[in-house]
Structures are given as structure tokens and as C-alpha cells.
């Protein structure tokens, strides 16, 4: 099983940036997948999650409205597109997959099954 996670970056305050996640290893279109991130002293938190077949999301607050997450079964592929980006939301963004939407957004993934790597984001200001 492997995530590969790409599209971080240096951006300047009010930028975008959109982040791809490729699985490989399991059937993509049986698992949700989640998006994550870590700041540095901070513990990792839930950015957004998306069903099976991408008809169901879930966000933090703190990205509604500016984040949007969609997946594309055909290509293995879940994406972060991000907008109106702001300093805080620097961090390492992780990509994850699970079984149900309740183990996305629940204890900050804690029970999704397999991880990728990770991808800086760094948004200055």
C-alpha cells in the first residue's frame, strides 16, 4: 500500500495551491480518503474528508470555504485544492485512507488505515 502525496509548496499569503494524493495497493474507490495536517508544536488535525464515490465531504472550520476536496476513482487520485491560503494553514499536509467517514473525521484520522508521507505547505505573509 502507498501514498504518494505532492503539490506542496512555497506560497505567499492569499495564494492557492492544489495537492494530489495517488494510491496504490488496495481498490481506491472502497476507501474514503482524508486529507491532514501538522504544524510544528501542534498536534495533526482533520483539513477535509470525502466518501467512496466523492458524493459526501466534511471540513474543519477553519478551511470552509476556502479548501475543497474532490477524488477521481479512475486515476487512484484524491485532491486538496486550496484557496485564499493564509499563514496559518502552514503545515505538513498528509493524505490518508480509510473504511467510513466516522473513522476520517473522528480523533484526527487516528483509525484510518494507511498514511502517505506527506507534503509541505508554507504560506507566507
Known amino acids: 500500500v502507498q501514498l504518494q502525496a505532492s503539490g506542496g509548496g512555497l506560497v505567499q499569503a492569499g495564494g492557492s495551491l492544489r495537492l494530489s494524493c495517488v494510491a496504490s495497493?488496495?481498490?481506491?474507490?472502497?476507501?474514503?480518503m482524508g486529507w491532514y495536517r501538522q504544524a510544528p508544536g501542534k498536534e495533526r488535525e482533520l483539513v477535509a474528508a470525502?466518501?467512496?464515490?466523492?458524493?459526501?465531504?466534511d471540513y474543519a472550520d477553519s478551511v470552509k470555504g476556502r479548501f475543497t476536496i474532490s477524488r477521481d476513482n479512475a486515476k487512484n487520485t484524491v485532491y486538496l485544492q486550496m484557496s485564499s491560503l493564509k499563514p496559518e494553514d502552514t503545515a505538513v499536509y498528509y493524505c490518508?485512507?480509510?473504511?467510513?467517514?466516522?473513522?476520517?473525521?473522528?480523533?484526527?484520522?487516528?483509525?484510518?488505515?494507511?498514511w502517505g508521507k506527506g507534503t509541505q505547505v508554507t504560506v507566507s505573509s
Open positions: 470525502i466518501s467512496w464515490g466523492g458524493g459526501s465531504a
Open positions: 490518508a485512507q480509510g473504511l467510513t467517514m466516522k473513522d476520517a473525521i473522528t480523533h484526527n484520522g487516528l483509525n484510518m488505515a494507511d
Open positions: 495497493g488496495r481498490t481506491f474507490s472502497n476507501y474514503v
